[in-house]
């Protein structure tokens, strides 16, 4: 079992800028593939960012590409979402998920385990 439990969401202007994070507790959190996920109201849950177990891979959608960062400290049990540039429709509510997958990072939800309880991310124009 993993605990996750993301922070750092808020309120910003659009152009501005948010870091979120996600704390593991539980089961070794470098064994896992992490990802973030996000949920705009009446939308299908999306699949951001995620990075492999050891941070050499990660994978973006083409929405954020180049504007978002994910990242993790292993040492720290986090992952980070560093989020630049942000656009009114970048808000939602984001989730971090844990995949016990060996290789690769998936962008299907189905294949993450754990997920956390999501923090709120709303963007102004």
Same mark, same amino acid.
């Given at each position: ?17 948010? %870091?979120?994070?996600?704390?593991? !507790?539980?089961?070794? =959190? !470098? ?5 973030? =996920? ?8 999306? =699949? ?6 050891g941070?050499? %891979? ?12 994910? !990242?993790?400290?292993? =040492?720290?049990?986090?992952?980070? +979402?560093?989020?630049? !540039?942000?656009?009114?429709?970048? %808000? ?7 995949s ?6 998936? +962008?299907?939800? +189905? ?15």
């Amino acid at each position: 079992q993993v605990q996750l439990v993301e922070s750092g969401g808020g309120l910003v202007q659009a152009g501005g800028s948010l %870091t979120l994070s996600c704390a593991a !507790s539980g089961r070794t =959190f !470098s064994n896992y593939v992490m990802g973030w =996920f996000r949920q705009a109201p009446g939308k299908e849950r999306e =699949f951001v960012a995620g990075i492999s177990t050891g941070g050499a %891979t990660t994978r973006y959608a083409d929405s954020v590409r180049g504007r978002f960062t994910i !990242s993790r400290d292993n =040492f720290k049990n986090t992952a980070y +979402l560093q989020m630049n !540039s942000l656009k009114p429709e970048d %808000t939602a509510v984001y989730y971090c998920a844990a995949s016990g997958r060996r290789e690769g990072v998936p +962008l299907n939800g +189905l294949e993450y385990l754990y997920w956390g309880q999501g923090t709120q991310v709303t963007v102004s124009s």
